[in-house]
């Protein structure tokens, strides 16, 4: 059994990329278990970053801003997701500093109208070697200046 395609969603700012809930995604209850918010969030920004250039493949870095650790992860949970199939989410940067960055997401009905979780996501860029922050490279500030939300001008 075949999924619709599902047109890509216009959005204002960032991205939305459509991921999987999967049978094993849910709890005892048939809604997606709390902990997997991350790892489908995680399966969204992987392609959006893999298709500008910055992956891990064959045990390899593509760039060296792919050595990143997650210093903080936050989500408020608003309606559950039920079942298996397609979700949105949307995830834009509303920061991207130095060596860090912060995500803001959603994860949405694939209509848009069902918000059924918000956060964040904030990442640090680390040095193989001393594990240390390390500066951005110009490659990666190209890829996220494509996901920064804009500044908005208070009326």
């Given at each position: 059994m075949s999924h619709a395609i599902v047109d890509q969603p216009v959005?204002?700012?960032?991205?939305?990329?459509?991921?999987?809930?999967?049978?094993d995604d849910l709890d005892a209850m048939g809604i997606l278990h709390n902990a997997r918010y991350a790892v489908l969030l995680e399966r969204a920004l992987t392609p959006y970053w893999a298709d500008r250039g910055v992956s891990f493949q064959g045990g390899q870095h593509s760039a060296p801003d792919v050595?990143?650790?997650?210093?903080?992860?936050?989500?408020?949970?608003?309606?559950?997701?039920t079942?298996?199939?397609?979700?949105?989410?949307?995830?834009w940067?509303?920061?991207?500093?130095?060596?860090?960055?912060?995500?803001?997401?959603?994860?949405?009905?694939?209509?848009?109208?069902?918000?059924?979780?918000q956060g964040t996501r904030a990442i640090v860029r680390l040095d193989p070697a001393?594990?240390?922050?390390?500066p951005w490279t110009?490659?990666?500030?190209?890829?996220?200046?494509?996901?920064?939300?804009?500044a908005t001008v208070p009326a």
């Open positions: 959005v204002e700012f960032g991205h939305v990329e459509h991921v999987t809930v999967h049978f050595f990143h650790a997650v210093r903080e992860f936050t989500i408020t949970y608003r309606a559950p997701i079942g298996t199939g397609p979700v949105a989410v949307h995830f940067l509303e920061y991207f500093g130095t060596s860090s960055a912060q995500y803001a997401f959603e994860f949405r009905s694939l209509d848009g109208d069902t918000l059924y979780a001393t594990l240390r922050p390390t110009a490659a990666a500030r190209a890829v996220a200046a494509t996901l920064l939300r804009p």
